[in-house]
């Protein structure tokens, strides 16, 4: 798979081994729930500190219970080794339930931040951004952090007091036979560094095919109908192959490291272990210390290296939480390129009468300094006064839907103004200045959830009866009782069990709901039969009464009664008139009406 500029270098240039400001910025996200975090701490100290018991009883009854043959002490030490681990088994099932809950509450916290951000992001970004790879933030990468928080975090306080109890128990019982023991030490040290720094190679390039395979699925996914339409499937399928054998491979490398580091560590858990019976039996002839002694050193040193192992493995879950979390924390500190105006210079006006005015607008989408931009709109200007219907038309690419998407602040010029009954939209909070138009667009998104839900899209002060008369005054009604369910009838993914004519009605009756005071139509009625389209003409006819309405339309038939036309020819307003005088001067406007409305010759 090829690499796409700006869409997967960004993974492969994360995961740092480790980054003391990200990690407390992490912390931060555990500070409504430490109560919480000292319960687990409490916890997993009181778990790590019966780590030293069952060896202690173990010296205890070997040095002294056996020899004095003291068959009631040994029956009590046994009693309490017994008791230490029922005790162990209850303190890991509170550890288990108190950490991952603490987890998934941090999870809950950091998946709802994340979505307001993304709910907050101007539509530039993503236009550049993969909705897979957006998917993998809110999803994978708040699961890793779930990982960290739930089983990495506290758990490594565990494994770092409980090799603080069993050193301090080592050291106290016998420190020359500790010193002798701690001798494999920095081989294991230089085993784990070499491990760590391949495993945070293959956990990138992990994260990179992971970024990869879902980008690739949901665009094929999405556009399954063209897939399918061109025979693409085998195609796409070795594509996906390619994909996952990549995918694949990085997972074996990782696993290839683990398969040797965990024997290695075994294998200095044994020599451990020979130093101990070595020495140990050589100090015990010598009388230098007890067979109970050696005989706890034994059990001390399986509970020595067990936590460096689990250390090493926390060490890849550490890896895997920087590298989610330095993407996450570079989405959620994107600023959105469409700011709100500051509190001092915001203008919230309670009411519009609609008038509108582009003053000398320069557009380009692709807009970068040190480049000269394409531009898309090039010093258009024009007013729509209070009520007035005006159709804009003209060639694709002319900028039509760009005037649309200024109107609405989806994106700013880089040059001149948009004035909104003669305050610059730029001081205008964008909730308050969306509250003001209607949008109905030519590509119709509905949701999954039922017809009620897609016309009032869940607003409180939309009632059932205001849902019901905008649609029927859009013509949906009939629509909308033939379903099974009515006004309840769920409607699918992106609306999918409709038509698209019927999902333009719908699209058409949401606007309406909201009852605005500027009504925009970008080619809404270009997939609506004409029986349905003189019903729409017909409704908007009495709707548009009193509104200031934008028309965009290719199909010159649906603007022949607007008030004014505008004609754009490459970003340029070239004509300006109703739809009479626009004829008469034989432009533009004429040719495209010719063109529309010429009559086939006879015998062809």
Avoid: C
């Avoid at 990495?152 to 109890?165: E, M, N, R, S």
């Avoid at 002060?461 to 009838?489: D, F, H, K, N, W």
């Amino acid at each position: 798979m090829k690499n796409v500029p700006g869409l997967v270098q960004e993974e492969e240039a994360l995961g740092k081994a480790y980054d003391a400001k990200l990690m407390r910025r992490l912390l931060r996200y555990l500070r409504p729930y430490w109560w919480t975090v000292l319960v687990a701490i409490a916890l997993l100290v009181s778990s790590a500190g019966l780590q030293i018991v069952g060896p202690w009883l173990v010296q205890i009854a070997v040095d002294e219970a056996i020899p004095e043959t003291n068959t009631a002490l040994l029956g009590l030490l046994a009693l309490a080794y017994l008791g230490a681990a029922f005790f162990g088994i209850w303190l890991e099932y509170g550890e288990a339930l108190v950490t991952t809950w603490l987890g998934q509450r941090v999870m809950y916290d950091l998946r709802s931040e994340i979505f307001e951000r993304l709910q907050e992001l101007d539509l530039s970004f993503y236009d550049r951004n993969p909705v897979g790879r957006l998917m993998t933030r809110i999803t994978s990468d708040v699961e890793t952090l779930n990982n960290l928080f739930s089983s990495g975090v506290v758990a490594i306080f565990g494994d770092l007091f409980t090799l603080i109890f069993v050193v301090s128990a080592m050291l106290i019982m016998d420190w020359q036979l500790a010193l002798v023991t701690f001798a494999v030490l920095p081989f294991v040290a230089w085993v784990a560094f070499l491990f760590r720094s391949r495993i945070r190679l293959a956990y990138r390039d992990i994260r990179v095919r992971m970024a990869r395979i879902n980008a690739f699925l949901h665009e094929r996914i999405t556009g399954v109908r063209v897939v399918q339409l061109f025979n693409r499937e085998e195609a796409d399928a070795q594509e996906l192959d390619q994909i996952n054998d990549d995918y694949l491979e990085a997972h074996l490398r990782s696993i290839k490291y683990y398969a040797l580091f965990f024997p290695v560590i075994e294998v200095f858990t044994a020599t451990a272990l020979a130093l101990i019976v070595w020495y140990g039996g050589l100090s015990i002839l010598s009388g230098g210390t007890t067979v109970g002694v050696v005989t706890a050193f034994l059990l001390y040193a399986r509970r020595f290296f067990r936590p460096i192992q689990d250390l090493s493995e926390k060490y890849n879950l550490l890896q895997a939480a920087m590298a989610s979390s330095e993407r996450i924390f570079k989405l959620l500190d994107r600023k959105p390129a469409i700011d709100d105006p500051p509190g001092s210079r915001a203008v919230v006006p309670l009411s519009i009468r609609g008038e509108i005015e582009f003053r000398d607008v320069w557009f380009a989408y692709d807009a970068r300094e040190g480049q000269d931009p394409e531009w898309v709109l090039k010093g258009l200007s024009f007013r729509a006064r209070p009520g007035e219907k005006l159709a804009i038309v003209g060639h694709t690419g002319a900028g039509k839907t760009t005037v649309i998407n200024l109107l609405m602040r989806f994106y700013d010029p880089q040059r001149g103004e948009i004035l909104l009954d003669g305050i610059p939209i730029r001081d205008i909070p964008q909730r308050e200045l969306r509250r003001f138009i209607g949008l109905v667009l030519q590509d119709i998104f509905l949701f999954s959830d039922d017809v009620r839900y897609n016309i009032r899209l869940g607003e409180a002060t939309i009632s059932e009866e205001q849902v019901r008369e905008a649609a029927t005054e859009v013509g949906a009604g009939p629509v909308i009782r033939r379903l099974p369910r009515g006004y309840e009838q769920p409607l699918g993914e992106r609306g999918r069990s409709l038509s698209i004519g019927e999902r333009q009605l719908i699209s058409f009756a949401r606007a309406l709901a909201f009852d605005p005071r500027i009504l925009v139509l970008d080619e809404a009625t270009s997939s609506v039969d004409s029986e349905l389209e003189a019903r729409i003409d017909e409704a908007t006819a009495r709707l548009m009464e009193g509104r200031t309405s934008l028309v965009i339309a290719h199909r010159l038939s649906t603007i022949t009664g607007s008030d004014r036309i505008l004609v754009l020819h490459r970003g340029e307003l070239k004509e300006e008139g109703s739809h009479a005088e626009l004829l008469e001067t034989g432009g533009l406007y004429a040719r495209l009406h010719e063109l529309q409305f010429a009559q086939t010759p006879s015998g062809v």
